[in-house]
């Protein structure tokens, strides 16, 4: 069974600095998806980034960039510039495209503070 | 063990044909919600409930019916289906909305309608 590890509960970080937000995954797959949720208070799921496993090139949106590496099954975060809007809880997700399966497993999150 | 249950987990329809899908929490949390998941748009936020008899729509409200007569369940109700409502559905719960309130998610129901 898939399994997804966000090894930080919370961090904090100030305002500007970059920050770095880890994310490993357990699957004896070859063809998935990777994904970062924020969600602030409000409780909503915006969708930060997504990365298809096959695809060898980092995705990068904006200040957020991820550093994929396939082999050792890591898929981090970067947020650049961090703001305090960039406060909220971050989960990171993997789906497996395998036998038309399509659901999403979930991290347990992290939760960011951008402090002022 | 602390768990949100969803049921049925994968159920195929035709138009029309009223459905319900159940979602059960077991750890007394006060805030439930429900979300879509479709490819390319991310999760969306269905309906969201504060507590019992407290329900209010989130982003995607049209075509969705919940209700919250007890504190544990919060069922999703889709009284005529559609083929646009072909998704995966997520039910959620936290204690309440306080940043340190964590959310759990359900195991997720794959729902097709043809």
């Known amino acids: 069974a898939q399994t997804v590890t966000q090894s930080q509960p919370e961090m904090s970080v100030q305002e500007a600095e970059t920050v770095t937000l880890s994310c490993t995954y357990d699957t004896s797959e070859n063809n998935y998806y990777l994904f970062w949720y924020k969600q602030p208070p409000s409780r909503q799921m915006i969708l930060v980034i997504r990365q298809e496993a096959y695809k060898q090139q980092n995705a990068t949106e904006n200040r957020f960039s991820v550093n994929f590496q396939k082999a050792a099954k890591s898929f981090s975060l970067k947020i650049s510039d961090s703001q305090l809007g960039d406060t909220a809880m971050y989960f990171c997700a993997f789906m497996s495209r395998m036998n038309r399966d399509d659901k999403i497993i979930f991290g347990k999150g992290t939760r960011l503070h951008i402090l002022p | 063990e602390a768990q949100v249950t969803q049921n049925p987990r994968y159920l195929i329809t035709v138009t029309g044909k009223k459905l319900t899908v159940t979602c059960s929490q077991n750890m007394n949390h006060e805030y439930m919600s429900w979300y879509r998941q479709d490819p390319g748009l991310g999760l969306r936020q269905i309906y969201y409930?504060?507590?019992?008899?407290?329900?209010d729509k989130g982003d995607v409200p049209e075509g969705y019916k919940v209700s919250r007569k007890e504190k544990r369940n919060f069922p999703l109700i889709l009284e005529s289906p559609s083929p646009n409502q072909t998704s995966l559905y997520f039910c959620?719960?936290?204690?309440?909305?306080?940043?340190?309130?964590?959310?759990?998610f359900g195991p997720g129901t794959r729902l097709t309608v043809l």
């Open positions: 409930s504060m507590n019992v008899e407290v329900t």
């Open positions: 959620a719960s936290s204690l309440g909305l306080a940043v340190t309130d964590t959310q759990y």
